[in-house]
């Protein structure tokens, strides 16, 4: 069974930074892909960042340089490191893994980051 488990949420000021983790079992992050969604309500799932399957990174327009997304393979764990946090990145933000094999996608049940003074 594939589970997805983040943590690391939770409430910061503007400015702020924090560090969201995806602990992920029953699937290998090597040779898939695997990424960091958020969604506000009434909003659709956006596209935060993402490490592909050969490596690459891509980036949510809106991050502007300000998160890094990180993997590691060996205790099979995926990282968001978000720095000069801004009130409108207030959401819930979910976890991902694409199964290249199967195309099927993996989801953890989110985590809530406020940005707020």
């Known amino acids: 069974q594939v589970q997805l488990v983040e943590s690391g949420g939770g409430l910061v000021q503007p400015g702020g930074s924090l560090r969201l983790s995806c602990a992920v079992s029953?699937?290998?992050?090597?040779?898939?892909?695997m990424g960091w969604y958020r969604q506000v309500p009434g909003n659709r799932r956006e596209l935060v960042a993402l490490?592909?399957?050969?490596?690459?990174?891509g980036f949510g327009d809106f991050v502007a340089g300000r998160f890094t997304i990180s993997r590691d393979n060996i205790k099979n764990m995926m990282y968001l490191q978000m720095n000069n946090l801004k009130p409108e990145d207030t959401a819930v933000y979910y976890c991902?893994?694409?199964?290249?094999?199967?195309?099927?996608?993996?989801w953890g049940q989110g985590t809530q980051v406020t940005v707020s003074s």
């Open positions: 991902n893994v694409h199964h290249i094999a199967t195309g099927h996608d993996y």
């Open positions: 490490i592909t399957a050969g490596g690459g990174r």
């Open positions: 029953g699937i290998f992050l090597s040779g898939n892909r």
